[in-house]
């Protein structure tokens, strides 16, 4: 097992390496870059993301960032516009500035934001909290929910149970989180009927005054409305996703045979389907945090007001933000990879029968 994941951390360098070459590309290549925001704010046009009007009035195409700017920039004093390449870093050849840019990563060195002047490691350091608290405890929660309800409706599949359960899951996976979001804010934060929960932050104003139990209390407060959305919303193709893989191991041979030899129904399923069963459910784990963490909360943050990782690759990409792009895509990265490789840990863990060496030679 060593051998094997030493190979895989090797592997997460050159994956990185193209994901970023990738998404550098890309972005490099899309129109309304930095330069095009700042010249449509100079102009008190806001941000543009695609198309701007000119100096002329006439409606321009905004060129690729770094490249052919003069087609958005027609009637500005050119030294201005080279002035601005140099800031940004444009006046470099693209290559250059990836290899640059990877040479800082290397370092820790995530640059500056081009509009917020600040650290890139100091915004996402800021935002953490907030989409920490958001993804560790739902999908905590989802898991919670769903692996005993998915196990007990295998067991119990097509009782009236297993019936009007599924009914509350299909409606779970119809509706968008967000959607429950404002059905919550509504109910219960003072939409139009009662005022129970806070609808903004991740703490009250007053939260630093307040002692240690108030502390906990206060947040978790905070927490129950865009947490119960995001569960409400997540936790349906788990939960299907446990019931089929149990269904699927409770009907082979193996379960007959032990239930044949005089084992208990419990001692069966958590004894032998259990580690069979929750491999798949395992396998999932990894990309379901990620997907909570990083990109699931966009809307509940900005619902609730929490200004988390998802509010700043939002804003970060509508402002063309590269080095809070980049940054945040690095780290964002990295962090997925390494949870890949916990999750083919965890399969050992849970079935020490799966050798991924010996499936390799």
């Not at 307040?210 to 865009?226: A, Q």
Request: proline fraction near 4%.
């Amino acid at each position: 097992m060593t051998a094997y994941i030493l190979r895989r951390l090797l592997l997460i360098v050159p994956t990185l390496v193209a994901i970023m070459v990738i998404n550098f590309v890309i972005v490099q290549a899309a129109p309304g870059g930095p330069i095009d925001q700042v010249i449509a704010q100079i102009e008190g046009r806001g941000n543009v993301t695609g198309r701007f009007t000119g100096q002329g009035g006439g409606e321009t195409a905004a060129a690729p960032s770094g490249e052919g700017q003069s087609r958005g920039t027609r009637g500005l004093d050119p030294q201005f516009i080279e002035q601005l390449e140099k800031q940004f870093g444009f006046d470099k050849p693209l290559p250059e500035r990836f290899v640059t840019m990877m040479g800082d990563y290397l370092t820790f060195d995530f640059g500056d934001s081009f509009f917020k002047a600040r650290s890139v490691t100091d915004l996402v350091l800021e935002k953490m909290p907030v989409s920490i608290s958001l993804g560790v405890w739902t999908t905590l929660l989802v898991y919670l929910i769903s692996i005993p309800l998915g196990i007990r409706k295998a067991v119990r599949d097509g009782s009236r149970f297993d019936v009007w359960t599924s009914g509350v899951i299909i409606i779970g996976n119809a509706i968008p989180a967000f959607l429950f979001a404002v059905l919550l804010v509504v109910l219960f934060a003072g939409g139009s009927y009662l005022q129970v929960f806070p609808l903004r932050g991740l703490v009250s104003s007053d939260w630093a005054t307040l002692g240690p139990v108030e502390k906990v209390l206060d947040y978790l407060w905070h927490m129950v409305l865009p947490v119960t959305a995001m569960v409400i919303g997540g936790f349906a193709s788990l939960t299907m996703l446990t019931k089929n893989s149990f269904l699927e191991e409770i009907n082979k041979q193996y379960v007959l045979t032990a239930k044949a030899k005089g084992l208990s129904e419990r001692g069966v399923l958590y004894g032998h389907v259990f580690r069979n069963a929750m491999l798949i459910v395992i396998a999932g784990f990894p990309s379901a945090f990620v997907s909570v963490l990083f990109t699931g909360s966009l809307f509940i943050e900005i619902i609730f007001s929490l200004d988390g990782l998802g509010l700043l690759g939002f804003e970060a990409t509508i402002q063309r933000d590269y080095p809070v792009m980049f940054g945040t895509l690095f780290f964002f990265t990295v962090l997925g990879l390494l949870l890949n490789l916990i999750g083919d840990i965890m399969y050992v863990a849970v079935d020490p029968r799966i050798d991924f060496e010996a499936r390799e030679n």
